[in-house]
């Protein structure tokens, strides 16, 4: 509602009383001296009382404002605020025709003549009762979710864009590039920074991911799944610097969407590093044989036959057994046998380097799997040999040397890995047989 800063007070103001009358606002046209001459209907269905009654009376001294003298006492010295063309604002309490308290916001403005004289006040008034239990509510619950939060021992944020993203106009590739250069972090608690290892005060929310070595492309997976699906899970791992070590956290991202219209993203972060070196652990006690760190034969056989399915270069198998072990053992224990059997692991393993896969099949025998041809792989195999027979092992007084016998097969296409397992078996009885310290070829 407008109303005419420069009212004639005495000519014009019949105008506007239907106008007054059709509103919810409390209305009141005051004198210079703050006495009420004109209330509008709801002002006075809000006093309870006859127009008569209030009429003529100052502003300060009506029934709603009784409780509080402060109140009264600032609204009468006002005044001279308002005669310095200032609008005075103030909120208070008043009982309605049932006697429940409620809230009401009231601004005092001046009316100036055609002159420049104020000739009277307007007093607007809105009850905002609504609005300060909805505020109540909100702040209570925001209070509630923040202790929640902050008792937690997993992380939240929330990202927010300052204009949301039409997704339907602009389409994903390039809603998704807006969200990842300018989705900042609003909130958040305490856990995040132990989790982040980080502030995430006024920090885009792309940085999260650019400690990790999450590529551009893998981020934008992540943001289309959860546009399509309402939510996204997935994992980032980045170097702790407090503990030195590799720390992993679980991201799960709920979209902001309403009307096509992005605005942000709820995230919570979970630290799954204790369960992560866990299933590392139960990984390498299931698939690594304990004593020399090398694969154990289940996760060498699984481990062939999935690298056969999706190659077809030329490829050998190779059984090794280390000669006289049983010898070993029983002349100088078995702690010097473990030494042997971690020496010889080593030695094999490190040579053939990227060039294959390793394994202990069980007691002194091993096999590798070589990616090359039949030539190539002999070569390599008469290094290990060489390299091995090389090799001192000191034992108190003693100087042991140990060598090992090799058994080479070519692997045909398409056939079993038993298939190929036997050949390199007998390959290698075949060296055993011709004195060891040497390799055979099947």
């Not at 608690?189 to 400690?211: G, M, P, Q, T």
């Not at 000669?323 to 029983?330: I, T, Y």
């Amino acid at each position: 509602m407008v109303i005419d800063t420069y009212l004639n007070f005495d000519n014009e103001l019949e105008i506007y009383k239907d106008t007054f009358n059709l509103t919810n606002q409390f209305i009141a046209i005051l004198d210079n001296q703050m006495s009420i001459k004109v209330a509008n209907k709801a002002m006075l269905d809000l006093i309870h009382n006859e127009a008569v009654n209030i009429y003529d009376t100052p502003y300060w001294e009506l029934p709603l404002w009784s409780h509080s003298t402060e109140l009264q006492n600032k609204i009468m010295f006002s005044i001279e605020s308002i005669y310095l063309g200032e609008e005075v604002k103030f909120e208070a309490t008043y009982p309605d025709i049932n006697d429940n308290i409620k809230n009401v916001e009231v601004t005092i403005k001046p009316v100036y003549s055609h002159n420049g004289d104020i000739t009277a006040l307007v007093a607007m008034g809105y009850d905002t009762t609504s609005a300060k239990e909805a505020e109540k509510k909100f702040y209570k619950t925001q209070q509630q979710l923040a202790t929640f939060f902050e008792m937690g021992v997993d992380g939240f944020l929330i990202g927010t864009l300052k204009k949301p993203v039409n997704i339907s106009a602009l389409g994903l590739d390039e809603s998704f590039n807006i969200a990842y250069n300018e989705e900042t972090v609003a909130n958040y608690n305490s856990a995040i920074n132990d989790i982040l290892e980080l502030n995430v005060e006024n920090l885009r929310l792309s940085y999260l991911f650019e400690k990790d070595d999450i590529d551009f492309d893998t981020i934008k997976k992540y943001w289309f799944s959860m546009i399509a699906n309402g939510y996204t899970r997935f994992m980032i791992k980045f170097q702790s610097k407090r503990y030195r070590t590799k720390k992993y956290a679980e991201f799960t991202m709920v979209p902001v969407i309403e009307q096509n219209m992005y605005s942000g993203s709820y995230s919570t972060v979970k630290d799954i590093t204790l369960d992560k070196q866990n299933e590392e652990r139960l990984f390498l006690m299931a698939n690594f044989d304990y004593l020399t760190g090398v694969c154990n034969r289940r996760y060498f056989i699984d481990s062939v036959n999935d690298i056969l399915k999706d190659t077809t270069n030329p490829m050998c198998m190779v059984m090794f057994d280390i000669d006289h072990f049983k010898s070993v053992n029983d002349r100088y224990g078995h702690d010097t046998g473990d030494t042997v059997l971690r020496t010889v692991s080593n030695i094999i393993n490190t040579l053939l380097s990227a060039d294959g896969l390793f394994a202990r099949m069980g007691g002194e025998e091993f096999a590798a799997i070589i990616y090359k041809d039949l030539d190539e792989s002999e070569k390599i195999v008469e290094k290990i040999l060489s390299a091995i027979r090389k090799f001192e092992i000191k034992i108190d007084d003693v100087i042991l040397k140990t060598s090992i016998s090799a058994g080479i097969t070519k692997i045909k296409h398409g056939e079993s890995f038993d298939s190929f397992l036997k050949r390199a078996d007998s390959a290698l009885y075949d060296a055993k047989r011709n004195g060891r310290d040497r390799y055979s070829i099947q």
